[in-house]
DNA sequence: CTACAGTATCTGGTACGCCATAATACGATT
DNA sequence: AATCGTATTATGGCGTACCAGATACTGTAG
């Protein structure tokens, strides 16, 4: 997106067309749990639920199958997607690799104002747990790592994150709820921004990877200790 | 996907429907230019061409939008998505990262039958390339990374690895026609291979790392050449 | 030649209808 | 009574017609 400046008094009229409000209320409904994992999405009820048609509703649904949140059996219509243990574990581990690379570059492009930001999302971070407002956490979370690939100008990697992301939605807002999360998470955290601190890449990106990592392992005790119960 | 022996005999219907033939055959048409960057891709227009009706190639139209083949203007409608160098650079970063990823996996499970299958798909592009057979060799390249990737059950990197692949496609098109790359291009993946081979999972990485690179490196300059040009 | 109005084009969105398939319930036959 | 065939229902897949709003084009009047 050029010429930011040249566009600075545009009317910014709403803009999101009825699908996008649509495909948002969606897929927020998945990810905070309001439809659970295996649920079909009957398209006429998802109308009346909506109150939209069900060309938007379809739409939706397509767009929301290509994002990994909803499945579409054949001659039975869409469900909500099911995260196995081994999946979610494999988006663990390439957010490691992206994460780690965006620290890695962060530390050797050895800016003051990345650290700042950085800087300022933790603390958002840390109040948020001190406040025990999990919901902030989690936003808190991803504007540190929003900060971490935007200052380094990879858009692109954010975005496969995020897509990852909300597919792993609701084990995010149980892993985070774990004991001892809320000290050592903000301390591996502050591992990467030290690194990147000191110019350190390795470092950094050592400390991005033992972080997810941590995190991998907390969902999949979390996952495997929930499927034998389902 | 679990349970590979129990559905053996199953009955395989066609089960395609008709959204997804219309959705590859855009998607095709995309990828191999018959529809180029910035084109408009007028619905009623699409329906006429493809035989099918504005419900199908809506939908067929958001999930393209999703992939990040086809972007939307506001109140104009779908185009062919441009391609800008920057993004390009981008997604061949990521793919480094993770085929690196995947490739030292490979190496530190020191298995046969993964050279092997390595080594069948790499004679494969090296025939291609004597045979001066462009479309092979972009289809033995991928059976060579799908290989990479599957053979350590990594299919969700191998996911994403596909859906960035198809947005630099016409790219990779240009690249391997370049002079030297035939010699360059096998070499570099038989390194990759040889890595496996020792066990030499650092060793792997940088070979893949190198292997996109080189890639990537070609591609800005057929990239910057080409556009002020346009 | 310019300004303006009218028009064509196109997407966004809606409503409705038809058909195919799958599951279930029901009824008949042996 | 058990089984087999059939009717019903629910639902997705697909098509068509229609309208509103934005944009691009065009022709005409001054």
Redesign the pocket.
């Known amino acids: 997106m050029s010429g930011a400046l040249k566009d600075a008094i545009r009317v910014e009229r709403p803009a999101k067309?009825?699908?996008e409000l649509a495909l948002d209320k969606v897929r927020e409904a998945i990810v905070n749990g309001y439809f659970r994992p295996g649920d079909?999405?009957?398209?006429?009820d998802l109308c009346a639920q909506l109150g939209?048609?069900?060309?938007?509703v379809?739409e939706v649904l397509r767009h929301l199958e290509s994002e990994g949140l909803v499945a579409?059996l054949p001659?039975?219509?869409?469900i909500v997607a099911q995260l196995d243990i081994d999946e979610a574990k494999q988006i663990y581990e390439i957010r490691g690799a992206l994460e780690g690379m965006a620290a890695r570059l962060c530390a050797e492009r050895r800016s003051p104002e990345i650290v700042a930001a950085l800087e300022e999302s933790l603390a958002g971070i840390r109040n948020s747990y001190r406040d025990n407002d999990m919901a902030a956490v989690l936003t808190n979370t991803s504007s540190f790592y929003h900060t971490l690939f935007t200052m380094v100008d990879r858009n692109v990697a954010w975005g496969v994150v995020n897509l990852l992301t909300v597919r792993i939605n609701h084990l995010r807002s149980m892993t985070i709820k774990t004991e001892r999360r809320g000290i050592e998470g903000p301390l591996q955290m502050s591992k990467i921004v030290d690194a990147i601190r000191r110019g350190d890449g390795e470092g950094a990106y050592r400390a991005a990877l033992d972080h997810v990592a941590a995190a991998s392992a907390i969902a999949e005790a979390v996952l495997s200790a929930k499927k034998p119960a389902e």
Request: charged content about 35%; proline content about 5%; aromatic content about 0%.
């Open positions: 067309t009825l699908r079909r999405l009957v398209e006429r939209v048609s069900r060309t938007v379809r579409n001659n039975k219509g869409p």
